[in-house]
């Protein structure tokens, strides 16, 4: 059972459709509250002015500054030093799962992901966390 409910995500992807399909599985299917960036610096700034999500949920390919490093640059802000992450990717390869494992992630959603299945994917990484498991 986790000690502390998942409410508010900040989602980052830079890809429209497959931020408004997830948006659209994340809000309605799961009841969460979401905060949407389209890119890593923005991001940031959603947390400087005052965001404060449970979790983070990064999409891992993306231009300038791609979830790996977007994530290096969140650990450097106060608010999201400890917020748990999960990686979204197509690259799902073992040694890749091992490298976002080593960066924190709690765990990893492959693309292309059933949009009636993330909010529950999600739910259970979260859960799985906050229960001591390794993730998945």
């Known amino acids: 059972m986790s000690e502390k409910p998942l409410n508010k995500i900040l989602y980052v992807e830079d890809d429209q459709d497959i931020q408004t399909v997830a948006q659209i599985a994340l809000e309605v299917v799961g009841s969460f509250s979401l905060i949407t960036c389209s890119s890593g610096s923005a991001a940031l700034q959603a947390i400087e002015t005052g965001a404060i999500p449970d979790l983070l949920l990064l999409d891992v390919m993306m231009p300038s500054m791609d979830g790996p490093t ?32 080593s960066l924190g992630a709690i765990g990893v959603i492959a693309k292309p992901f059933d949009p009636m299945e993330l909010s529950e994917q999600v739910r259970a ?12």
Do not use: C, H
Not at 86 to 101: G, R
Not at 125 to 136: E, M, T, V
């Open 125 to 136: 990484l979260w859960n799985n966390s906050n229960s001591g498991g390794k993730g998945n």
């Open 70 to 101: 977007t994530l290096a640059e969140l650990r450097k802000l106060a608010s999201t030093s400890q917020t748990p992450v999960i990686f979204m990717t197509a690259k799902v390869q073992t040694v890749e799962l091992d490298y976002y494992k």
